[in-house]
């Protein structure tokens, strides 16, 4: 590793909060010091380094193409970037800058590990997948959804702290999963959050730019709603029983952007939010302040 690394974790408290039900050590300043003409051929970053989390940063000066892992990175005119760790996430990854001139410069990261909530469950998984009948109307909904996701706006909410988008009691958590007799399900992708009615309004949690509005309810997501964030960052926003803004439409943290419903497959009303950076799938919890 060349250079100082320096790292400062301004954790969220709601990492905060994990952390200390998960027994996983924080360390409020790990920077070493150091001149900062040292800090500016090096990476620094701050954020939440751990399996669904993410870190804001700036590159060494002088880097022409940086990458986390083997995820290229995007960084502004000024060296900012975003990047974040997957729910299944490595303990160990790289920021990796390349300089004019030719040298690199690293940064090793360790990756804290998560104790999901893994139900175990004794009876065998169901069998048999989706029908051809269901897969015909899925297929184009899962292309406008990837295509959504691909788009890039501009938009600069990953620069900001995020905010709620409605205040009410987790029904469900990200990254919880049940296992059938020893074959792993599908893990719970978002956080479920109900007012216990519908039609409880929800706000966009940072600026963005709308790259998915449905016009009609999707199978699964019913009412769905996608905000670009910029740099592969997005949330989505799940069972809505009214979406008040539109496909290209700019909207700014805080902004009311729909209601809670229970379109889709949904059991009760409640708004689905999951978080995306490129292809990893992030903790929303790890984004906002604890629920008060």
Same mark, same amino acid.
């Given at each position: 590793?060349?250079?100082?690394?320096?790292?400062?974790?301004?954790?969220?408290?709601?990492?905060?909060?994990?952390?200390?039900?998960?027994?996983?050590?924080?360390?409020?300043?790990?920077?070493?010091?150091?001149?900062?003409?040292?800090?500016?051929?090096?990476?620094?970053?701050?954020?939440?380094?751990?399996?669904?989390?993410?870190?804001?940063?700036?590159? +060494?000066? @002088?880097?022409?193409? !940086?990458?986390?892992?083997?995820?290229?990175? $995007?960084?502004?005119?000024? #060296?900012?970037?975003? *990047?974040?760790?997957?729910?299944?996430?490595?303990s160990q990854t790289?920021?990796?800058?390349?300089?004019?001139?030719?040298?690199?410069?690293?940064?090793?990261?360790?990756?804290?590990?998560?104790?999901?909530?893994?139900?175990?469950?004794?009876v065998a998984r169901? +069998?048999? @997948?989706?029908?051809? !009948?269901?897969?015909?109307?899925?297929?184009? $909904?899962?292309?406008?959804? #990837?295509?959504?996701? *691909?788009?890039?706006?501009?938009?600069?909410?990953?620069?900001?702290?995020?905010?709620?988008?409605?205040?009410?009691?987790?029904?469900?958590?990200?990254?919880?999963?049940?296992?059938?007799?020893?074959?792993?399900?599908?893990?719970?992708?978002?956080?479920?959050?109900?007012? @216990?009615?519908?039609?409880?309004?929800?706000?966009?949690?940072?600026?963005?730019?709308?790259?998915?509005?449905?016009?009609?309810?999707?199978?699964?997501?019913?009412?769905?709603?996608?905000?670009?964030?910029?740099?592969?960052?997005?949330?989505?926003?799940?069972?809505?029983?009214?979406?008040?803004?539109?496909?290209?439409?700019?909207?700014?943290?805080?902004?009311?952007?729909?209601?809670?419903?229970?379109?889709?497959?949904?059991?009760?009303?409640?708004?689905?939010?999951?978080?995306?950076?490129?292809?990893?799938?992030?903790?929303?919890?790890?984004?906002?302040?604890?629920?008060?």
């Amino acid at each position: 590793m060349s250079g100082l690394v320096r790292l400062s974790l301004a954790m969220p408290a709601a990492f905060t909060l994990i952390a200390a039900s998960t027994g996983l050590a924080l360390s409020s300043d790990l920077s070493g010091g150091g001149s900062p003409d040292a800090a500016k051929a090096s990476f620094t970053y701050s954020g939440a380094l751990i399996q669904g989390g993410w870190v804001r940063g700036e590159v +060494p000066a @002088g880097t022409v193409s !940086a990458k986390l892992g083997t995820q290229v990175l $995007e960084f502004d005119q000024s #060296g900012k970037f975003f *990047a974040a760790f997957d729910r299944d996430a490595e303990s160990q990854t790289t920021l990796r800058a390349e300089l004019a001139g030719g040298s690199t410069t690293e940064a090793p990261l360790k990756i804290a590990p998560r104790a999901w909530n893994i139900e175990h469950i004794n009876v065998a998984r169901r +069998p048999g @997948g989706a029908s051809e !009948a269901f897969m015909e109307r899925r297929r184009p $909904e899962l292309a406008a959804i #990837g295509a959504a996701r *691909a788009r890039e706006t501009g938009a600069q909410g990953w620069r900001q702290d995020f905010v709620w988008p409605v205040k009410g009691r987790l029904s469900g958590r990200f990254g919880s999963q049940r296992v059938y007799r020893g074959e792993p399900g599908s893990y719970h992708s978002g956080m479920d959050i109900t007012t @216990g009615t519908s039609g409880s309004p929800f706000v966009a949690p940072a600026d963005g730019v709308v790259v998915l509005a449905a016009t009609s309810p999707f199978s699964l997501e019913g009412n769905l709603l996608i905000i670009d964030h910029g740099q592969g960052l997005n949330s989505a926003f799940l069972h809505a029983s009214k979406l008040a803004v539109k496909e290209g439409e700019a909207v700014k943290r805080g902004q009311y952007i729909g209601n809670i419903g229970m379109t889709g497959r949904a059991t009760g009303p409640h708004l689905h939010w999951s978080i995306k950076w490129r292809d990893a799938r992030l903790d929303p919890l790890l984004f906002v302040s604890p629920p008060t």
